[in-house]
């Protein structure tokens, strides 16, 4: 019965900024750890940040100083924020939930995920 929504993809040119939303019920949001992950046409999908429950951060090496993972408890919401995109930030990003993420094991939720386009 978990749900998980994202919000906030898009078009954006190099440089530019996006930020992602992620909202879910049907649980009770503070136990769970959350995970951004993203995959672009032909590649696996892979873990880009995450987020436990009390609050630590983990970054892909790609991504990291550009995106930036937070969680609103109180709106049982998960964001990544997203700066200095370039153009291999492509892909369709998808939102995670469970009581462990890492990369290797994701959480057994997933959201229908949003497409994120970074071009000039």
């Known amino acids: 019965q978990v749900q998980l929504v994202e919000s906030g993809g898009g078009l954006v040119q190099p440089g530019g900024s996006l930020r992602l939303s992620c909202a879910v019920s049907?649980?009770?949001?503070?136990?769970?750890?959350m995970g951004w992950y993203r995959q672009a046409p032909g590649k696996q999908r892979e873990l880009v940040a995450l987020i436990a429950r009390a609050g630590s951060t983990n970054y892909a090496d790609s991504v990291k100083g550009r995106f930036t993972i937070s969680r609103d408890n109180d709106k049982n919401t998960v964001y990544l924020q997203m700066n200095s995109l370039k153009p291999e930030d492509t892909a369709v990003y998808y939102c995670?939930?469970?009581?462990?993420?890492?990369?290797?094991?994701?959480?057994?939720?997933w959201g229908q995920g949003t497409q994120v386009t970074v071009s000039s």
């Open positions: 995670n939930a469970g009581l462990s993420v890492t990369p290797a094991r994701p959480g057994d939720h």
């Open positions: 049907g649980s009770i949001f503070r136990l769970y750890a």
